[in-house]
Structures are given as C-alpha cells and as structure tokens.
C-alpha cells in the first residue's frame, strides 16, 4: 500500500505562483506514473497533467499549458508541479495520483491506483 501526500497548495493572488509537492509516505514515488487531477467547486476531479516514471514524458490540458510544469526530484523520489500566471479558473483542490504501469493512457482517471487526501488552491485578488 502507498500512501500519497501533497502539500504546497494555498492563497495566491491571481497572477502569481505556486508549488506543489507529491511525496509517498515512507518510500519513493520513482517508479510510477503520476497524475495531477483538479477539482473545482462541483465538479468531478479531471486530470491536468501526468508525468512517467524517468520524467521524460508529460501530458498537460490545454487550459495549462504554458504555465504549469511538472517535474521530478530522482533524490527525494517526489514529483513537483510548478503552477505560474495563476487564475482565479484554476481554483480547486489538486490531487496527486500514482500507478505503476504503462504511461500511455495517464489521462485515464481508472488508471490510478493511489491517491493523496488532497490540497487546496485558491486565486483569489
């Protein structure tokens, strides 16, 4: 079992910056495919980027391409997502998800297998 934790969620005014930060408890998320999923206020959770296992494949909706990067820490055995030029649009809770296995088809949000509780973006002037 692994257990999924973000962090670095928060209050930006729009325009500015955030990092988010997936890490799992005790271990390493070097082998696996990640996704980051956005919910916003009721709705479903969508994907927004995915990530594989060497960093050299991403995927990102069109919404954010441009300003959102993710990124891998091979030390730590985190992946990152750097979200720049924030809107009040990207407002939500973001989740990071993992499962181990082929990337094509991260967009798919059955592929997953491990999800973390969650952290909560708010752009707000």
């Known amino acids: 079992q692994l257990e999924v934790v973000e962090s670095g969620g928060g209050l930006v005014q729009p325009g500015g910056s955030l990092r988010l930060s997936c890490a799992a408890s005790?271990?390493?998320?070097?082998?696996?495919?990640i996704g980051w999923f956005r919910q916003a206020p009721g709705k479903d959770p969508e994907v927004i980027s995915c990530?594989?296992?060497?960093?050299?494949?991403?995927k990102y909706i069109d919404s954010v391409k441009g300003r959102f990067t993710a990124s891998r820490d091979f030390v730590e055995g985190t992946v990152n997502l750097q979200m720049n030029s924030l809107k009040p649009e990207d407002t939500g809770i973001y989740y990071c998800?993992?499962?181990?296995?082929?990337?094509?088809?991260?967009?798919?949000?059955?592929?997953?297998?491990?999800w973390g509780q969650g952290t909560q973006v708010t752009v707000s002037s």
């Open positions: 998800a993992v499962y181990g296995g082929d990337y094509y088809g991260c967009d798919l949000r059955h592929r997953y297998d491990y």
């Open positions: 005790g271990g390493s998320l070097n082998y696996y495919v």
């Open positions: 990530i594989n296992s060497s960093g050299g494949l991403t």
